[in-house]
């Protein structure tokens, strides 16, 4: 079983709030990822990690940023929520493989009023 | 970048029924992943599977990946298999290092 946590699971908030969603993982992936995923859709790609000091954007544009500056430990932030950033938003980190294996997170679930 | 298609969108079962779910992609990959998103949003891995078949239980998988193509078998099922399966294939090339794109997901709903 993966160990990969994310926190909060259930955020409720309201408009201009900064909130930051952690993740934390204990396996020493080099590789980390968050995923947005809006109800019934599928997920999609929004900030990748190859390893510390390392960050990349994904292929769904996001106003969200992250930053790496532990291998275990990947954050992401929004700066002023708006109620269009309401979506679950999942992490996921895989080894350092050119096709590795993905693990994720149980998923921090946004609401923004 | 890659395109992955899953099909069917939907299925409903009677507890005891078998399926098979279809993940077409349209590259050459080095990575496929199967999922069962559960009702609380959380993405567990049922296979990694590249190329080849391998099975778990109830579940198995095939991937041919010289036709592009993947299929889970479900045999059996019960309530507790309900929810929604992801297709994510990846490959090493270009700007998709490492990197999964997921299908759309097939619903499945077991009634008892």
């Known amino acids: 079983e993966a160990d990969i946590y994310q926190t909060p699971r259930y955020l409720v908030i309201g408009t201009g709030k900064k909130i930051t969603l952690e993740c934390s993982q204990t396996m020493g992936h080099d590789k980390m990822y968050w995923y947005q995923q809006d109800p019934g859709m599928e997920l999609h790609l929004i900030h990748y990690?190859?390893?510390?000091?390392?960050?990349e954007k994904g292929d769904l544009s996001s106003e969200s940023t992250v930053s790496r500056i532990r291998t275990e430990h990947f954050p992401l932030t929004l700066e002023s929520a708006r109620p269009s950033h309401t979506s679950q938003y999942l992490c996921?980190?895989?080894?350092?493989?050119?096709?590795?294996?993905?693990?994720f997170g149980e998923g921090s679930r946004l609401t923004v009023l | 970048g890659i395109q992955v298609e899953q099909s069917p969108p939907d299925l409903i079962l009677q507890e005891g029924a078998n399926s098979t779910l279809r993940c077409n992609f349209s590259?050459?990959?080095?990575?496929l992943q199967w999922f069962h998103q559960n009702p609380w949003g959380q993405l567990i891995n049922l296979f990694y599977?590249?190329?080849g078949t391998k099975q778990n239980g109830r579940l198995s998988a095939t991937t041919v990946a010289t036709e592009r193509y993947s299929l889970l078998y479900i045999s059996s099922s019960q309530t507790t298999d309900s929810g929604v399966y992801f297709c994510?294939?990846?490959?090493?090339?270009?700007?998709?290092?490492?990197?999964?794109?997921f299908g759309q997901g097939t619903i499945l709903t077991v009634h008892p």
């Open positions: 590259d050459s990959v080095n990575n």
């Open positions: 990690s190859y390893g510390v000091n390392s960050t």
């Open positions: 994510a294939v990846g490959n090493a090339g270009g700007t998709s290092y490492g990197k999964l794109t």
């Open positions: 996921a980190s895989s080894v350092r493989l050119l096709a590795g294996e993905l693990f």
């Open positions: 599977i590249p190329s």
